[in-house]
């Protein structure tokens, strides 16, 4: 039985979240406050959001957001998972396929998640129910950081709202700009080259989206990563970056270290595409 969020017990929902997490290939475990985090920080709903019921307990859990992008109502699937103990009992399907009614219910043009690239029997699950592959997301570090020459590069904070129209289509969810407060202009002798979103975390800067407006002045990148790491004195890592970009094949020559990637997957509805 499908539960929402909203009415049940956020004691069990989250012990049920870091049961189904925690032989994940990269285990989750969270407090209730981390997990209401979560939820509120990156655009997810309680009410849309539901556990599984079975045998009186909490069996699996599935996160879920509907925003309006770039005119596209989307659904995010922010995470789904099931309980060790209630596994190959077709649970995660019966998650699955509530999202899916729920999408139809609203309206939705599309539903997006993240699968890590190795976890193929989730993979296979959403192949079969008709998703596919949008993009891979890189999740890593930068090794080699070269050291800035170019001294006329400048950052400055900028409302968000100036730049989510030229927002990549293929930035996923969680690094979309309107769930994030460090977005930054950059600039080249006081012109605008392009924009940077990252969050400071307690040992490194992690890059969210880097976007230039001249695809072909990539040369910049490095002088961007190496002004970036003397400001800050940190690693520089990489969250969920889109490696089909042109921003990424220039990053990627500075030799990364990639612990996983992720495949960005997409349903279109059909009842409205």
């Known amino acids: ?30 407090s209730e406050d981390a997990l209401n985090y979560r939820i509120s920080s990156l655009g997810l709903s309680k009410s849309y959001s539901a556990v599984f019921e079975k045998e009186q307990q909490y069996a699996g ?18 995470g789904m998972s099931v309980a060790p103990d209630f596994r190959r009992q077709q649970i995660a399907k019966e998650l699955m ?3 899916k009614e729920l999408a139809k219910k609203e309206n939705c043009d599309e539903i997006r998640l993240e699968v890590i690239a190795t976890n193929t029997k989730a993979k296979k699950l959403y192949e079969s129910l008709d998703f596919t ?13 070269p050291e800035p020459t170019n001294k006329d590069l400048t950052f400055e904070k900028i409302d968000k709202k100036e730049i989510l129209d030229i927002e990549s289509n293929l930035v996923p969810w969680q690094n979309r700009l309107m769930f994030t407060n460090n977005s930054y202009n950059i600039s080249q002798d006081g012109t605008s080259i392009g924009f940077i979103t990252y969050n400071e975390i307690p040992d490194a ?13 990539t040369e910049y990148i490095f002088d961007i990563i190496g002004t970036l790491q003397k400001d800050y004195n940190k690693k ?3 969250s969920n970056f889109d490696m089909s970009s042109t921003e990424y094949q220039q990053l990627a020559s ?12 997409v349903l279109r509805m059909k009842n409205n595409k």
């Open 61 to 78: 859990i599935i996160l879920i957001g509907i925003q309006v992008i770039q005119h596209v109502k989307t659904m995010w699937i922010g």
């Open 236 to 238: 520089i890592k990489l």
């Open 1 to 30: 039985m499908i539960i929402s969020i909203e009415k049940a017990n956020f004691t069990l929902v989250t012990e049920v979240w870091n049961e189904g997490f925690s032989d994940y290939i990269v285990p989750i475990n969270m």
């Open 97 to 99: 396929n509530y999202a």
């Open 133 to 145: 592959e949008l993009n891979e997301l890189a999740v890593g570090e930068i090794l080699t950081i």
């Open 205 to 217: 800067i992690s890059i969210q989206q880097l976007q230039l407006k001249d695809p072909s002045t």
């Open 254 to 265: 500075l030799s990364l270290q990639l612990p996983l990637t992720q495949y960005q997957m």
